[in-house]
């Protein structure tokens, strides 16, 4: 198993540009989730999804968007990228019959000038 | 809404000696579970150790032990024979019986001395 993949690893975006950041779970994980890690600090919920077709708000969801059309796939978009958001994003999942750890994915570190 | 606090922004410690970081929680939820991070200079994000509400002993996970004391609604981790490998970032975090979402507290810096 490839585990939570993300891609990309590095990007950086223009303000007012827009991207989608990649996120693929092979464990057939029902649960997902999106945090963001700004400099010196824990993590932040953005969104979660419970199931295909069933997402939520989390803490800090302005200027985010999700969908989640498959089990494996949770993108989340940035519209109009603006330099909050300069961050680093993790993607997570867990089997919610199952343990409790989430499994994280690498991370994406994303620069807004 | 359910709180994190990590106090010690960073912590020394000498190889082979044992180390505690501070973590106090705060939530209204009577079932809910504790969590332990590690998050090396690398940036990804390692599962150490859990703890329930309802467990009634301490978890445990090799050199990892949480010491749960629920009356003071802290959940402190304990490494045990630091290794200088252990040095990284630590996060306490805490989820609820929903749909097991994470609330992280800031972290602590941990550095191990030879």
């Known amino acids: 198993n490839a585990g939570v993949t993300q891609t990309p690893k590095f990007r950086i975006l223009k303000i007012g540009q827009s991207m989608t950041l990649q996120c693929t779970q092979d464990?057939?994980?029902?649960?997902m989730y999106w945090y963001r890690q700004d400099p010196g600090m824990g993590l932040k919920l953005i969104y979660y999804s419970v199931g295909a077709g069933i997402t939520d708000k989390g803490e800090v969801p302005n200027g985010y968007n999700v969908s989640r059309s498959t089990t494996e796939d949770f993108p989340l978009r940035l519209e109009l990228a603006a330099p909050s958001q300069t961050s680093v994003y993790f993607c997570?999942?867990?089997?919610?019959?199952?343990?409790?750890?989430?499994?994280f994915g690498p991370g994406t570190r994303l620069t807004v000038l | 809404a359910q709180k994190i606090t990590q106090t010690q922004p960073g912590m020394f410690v000498q190889e082979k000696e044992a180390v505690t970081l501070d973590c106090t929680y705060d939530t209204s939820d009577q079932s809910y579970g504790l969590f332990w991070y590690k998050q090396p200079s690398s940036g990804e994000m390692i599962f150490l150790i859990y703890?329930?509400?309802?467990?009634?002993q301490n978890a445990t996970e090799g050199r990892y032990s949480l010491n749960f004391q629920k009356a003071r609604k802290s959940a402190n981790l304990v490494i045990s024979a630091s290794q200088l490998g252990d040095s990284a970032m630590y996060f306490c975090?805490?989820?609820?019986?929903?749909?097991?979402?994470?609330?992280f507290g800031k972290g602590t810096m941990l550095l191990v001395s030879p």
């Open positions: 997570a999942s867990i089997f919610s019959g199952g343990d409790n750890e989430q499994f």
């Open positions: 703890q329930g509400s309802y467990d009634e």
């Open positions: 975090a805490m989820t609820n019986s929903g749909y097991s979402t994470l609330t």
């Open positions: 464990m057939n994980h029902n649960y």
